[in-house]
């Protein structure tokens, strides 16, 4: 649980400011009792108007600064626990994208899920209680038992009695409830594996009629949890109404032996009032200390099941020669075999084929006959038991990124669309080049850069949805692509050689004041196109930029620079509306 201390870096500061300021609020807190006191006794005693006023003022005062620190503390420790918590689940997320598919199907996805929400969410909640209250609550208790000793220690001593009465409570409630917490975890885990595999598994359990069967394993599983959660919340719930009545019972004593020492003239009525409220004090820091007790154990339970993720390695070796796209051939299985971890059979068995270039397999078979898991050994989810497979002639140790950039395995093959999940940070090369089924691509914003040819005559291309995280567009990537728009964001410094090339339905385009870099015959050949925006007027622009674009429409191409037309002279060799040879705008 200590690794997972790395997290605050950068929140700190937060994590020492806050507690700073809750404690000058609980001492404002500690001190309004002693004024109420001497409002009671010299000004409601003396019937002194002006005193009371005075020291009702200085009451206000004291609430006023105490909820100005208050603030200041919630503020700060909203800070240092949402940051951490955003930290810790980024790492947790990343690290989980580098386990292979062996441990991940080991672990469950629905364990892996919970860990990446609730569990987090415990850890945050443990540190925002944290900062706010454990430092507040053990002050007021000790701060809150000196001062009314120091008011009076006879009475006082039914004060000091009745703290461990409650606190014996506490542990007794805490003791039963934080075990069925942890037990609780467990099932709610359970809850989110059935879900998850019914979710995915929907048609496997139509065609075998196990609806029924299904329905009853959750509808159970999920009483289950709801059982003992009710448990534990009954058990939780006997904390304060216990509490309160020791509280009263000692507020009684304490008034009845008060009045006593008031008739003696050893005790004034201020200071009875004062002793209540520091009674009233301690026993609300008792329970809030309980509750803060629950909290920190679900973090802790928490911090240990994310540490336990942290602490497995992926099983894969990532290799260290790069793929690089020479030859024919892309593909070939030589002889290979794979069985799944802990499995008593392989799923496949000496498979051997090769494939090259625009050529195309077909992999037909029934349920388990392993069409997927040759599919999920191609990009390296996998390690496959015996044989090799080869891309573009390196064996099996490729690089693992290498073969996510070239393999792109796809499910029911019309109309698809291609999203793009957080996390991957580049298109690589050729990666969907000549894919004639592709109909709509997304990237996510994690996506920087769009590697050359990427998405080079993907003839059925008609929506694209690009990233606001987006720099580079690499050389003919989007070159002889069908769709009409598409939307270059903010953000984007480099439009690469021929990206839009051939983009014949494109009808207009707007590019960003970010870019900075135009390449050779960018947007060439766009025959449709009306209309190019140039946001910015620092664009190191190649040749031939805009030659033939425009020729399909009545008045040509229109090019304007930052919204206002651009002059520009008309040249039979060069094309019409262009960029000059020079690289500037005319």
């Not at 911090?303 to 790069?322: C, H, M, P, V, Y």
Request: glycine share 8%; charged share 20%; with cysteine.
């Amino acid at each position: 649980m200590k690794s997972l201390l790395k997290y605050f870096d950068g929140y700190k500061k937060y994590l020492f400011l806050g507690p700073f300021f809750k404690l000058l609020e609980a001492i404002f807190e500690l001190i309004v009792p002693l004024v109420t006191a001497k409002i009671i006794d010299t000004g409601i005693g003396n019937n002194d108007k002006d005193y009371i006023i005075k020291m009702g003022g200085v009451m206000i005062l004291l609430g006023i600064s105490g909820l100005a620190f208050a603030l200041t503390c919630q503020f700060f420790a909203a800070k240092c626990a949402y940051g951490y918590a955003t930290s810790l689940r980024k790492s947790l997320y990343k690290h989980i994208n580098t386990l292979s598919h062996a441990e991940i199907n080991k672990l469950g996805a629905s364990t892996l899920i919970t860990r990446l929400t609730n569990d987090t969410n415990a850890v945050q909640t443990g540190v925002n209680m944290g900062i706010r209250l454990a430092t507040r609550s053990p002050f007021l208790i000790i701060c809150a038992v000196i001062m009314a000793v120091s008011i009076d220690l006879k009475l006082s001593l039914i004060l000091i009695g009745a703290a461990p009465i409650i606190a014996f409570i506490v542990y007794k409630v805490m003791s039963k409830s934080i075990p069925m917490y942890k037990q609780n975890q467990k099932r709610l885990d359970k809850v989110s594996l059935l879900t998850s595999e019914n979710l995915e598994g929907t048609r496997v359990i139509r065609a075998f009629s196990r609806q029924k069967e299904e329905i009853d394993e959750f509808s159970s599983t999920s009483d289950d949890l709801s059982k003992h959660a009710v448990i534990v919340s009954k058990i939780s719930a006997v904390l304060n109404p216990a509490n309160f009545m020791i509280l009263n019972l000692a507020a009684a004593l304490i008034i009845w032996f008060g009045g006593i020492r008031v008739d003696t003239g050893s005790l004034t009525q201020g200071e009875i009032t004062a002793l209540i409220n520091y009674m009233t004090q301690i026993s609300l820091s008792l329970v809030v200390l309980a509750n803060l007790i629950v909290f920190f154990n679900k973090a802790a339970a928490g911090a240990n099941r994310i540490t336990e993720i942290f602490n497995i390695n992926s099983s894969l070796t990532d290799g260290k020669e790069d793929i690089v796209a020479t030859g024919d051939t892309v593909l070939e299985f030589s002889d290979v075999s794979f069985r799944y971890p802990d499995a008593s059979e392989e799923s496949v068995s000496n498979i051997s084929f090769t494939l090259k270039k625009g050529e195309t397999l077909g992999i037909i078979g029934g349920t388990g006959s392993g069409k997927t898991t040759i599919a999920n050994i191609i990009p390296r989810f996998f390690d496959v038991t015996s044989g090799e497979i080869k891309i573009y002639g390196i064996g099996e140790m490729y690089n693992y990124d290498d073969a996510q950039d070239y393999v792109l395995v796809l499910n029911n093959y019309k109309d698809i669309t291609v999203n793009f999940s957080e996390g991957i940070t580049s298109v690589g090369n050729n990666i969907l080049r000549d894919a004639t089924t592709i109909h709509k691509v997304t990237l996510a914003s994690t996506i920087t850069t769009i590697g050359e040819s990427a998405f080079r005559n993907c003839q059925n291309l008609y929506k694209v949805a690009l990233n606001n995280g987006l720099e580079s567009i690499g050389a003919y990537a989007f070159n002889s692509c069908p769709f009409e728009y598409i939307n270059i964001p903010e953000g984007v410094t480099s439009i690469g050689d021929r990206a839009f090339e051939f983009c014949k339905n494109l009808k207009g385009l707007t590019i960003p004041s970010s870019v900075n870099n135009l390449g050779n015959a960018s947007i060439n050949g766009c025959s449709d196109l009306r209309y190019v925006n140039v946001l910015g007027d620092n664009v190191n622009c190649g040749s031939w930029v805009f030659f033939e674009s425009g020729t399909n429409t009545s008045d040509g191409l229109k090019v304007y620079v930052n919204n206002e037309t651009l002059q520009t002279t008309w040249d039979n060799e060069r094309g019409n509306n262009f960029i000059s040879s020079t690289g500037s705008f005319i």
